[in-house]
């Protein structure tokens, strides 16, 4: 009963429709108890938190904006970043790749040998 209040509080809070009488039936409590649960949990949380009322002054910032910020910056970088990666890179990778094709090959000889 008591997660069940949590988070119907947690979520009328946050403003996300729930249908309560579904969260009261799952309760399998009286209605009158779970809404006095739900009060007593939004007590607790505005002396915990305090209250977060937004003043309207200004854009609120939303997450979202700040990983579209974050993907702009790396779209203009890679650019640059990939041409001297490139380069200095290339023949590292062939020898890399190199390296383990023969260490394959030798292992599947000695396999093959063995049998």
């Known amino acids: 009963m008591f997660t069940l209040a949590a ?5 009328r809070h946050q403003k996300v429709k729930v249908d309560k009488t579904k969260m009261v039936a799952t309760a399998g409590v009286k209605r009158s108890t779970f809404d ?4 007593d949990l939004e007590k607790y949380a505005t002396q915990l938190i305090g209250d977060n009322k937004k ?6 910032k939303y997450w979202l904006d700040d990983l579209e910020k974050s993907f702009e910056e790396e779209e203009e970088s890679p650019i640059k970043k990939k041409k001297t990666e490139t380069t200095s ?3 590292g990778a062939t020898d890399d ?6 260490k394959i090959l030798e ?5 093959t040998r063995k049998k």
């Open 55 to 60: 003043t309207g002054k200004g854009k609120q």
């Open 97 to 102: 790749y190199e390296e383990w094709k023969r």
């Open 89 to 91: 890179d290339e023949s």
């Open 107 to 111: 292992g599947a000889s000695a396999a």
């Open 36 to 39: 006095q649960t739900c009060t």
């Open 7 to 11: 988070l119907y509080t947690v979520c």
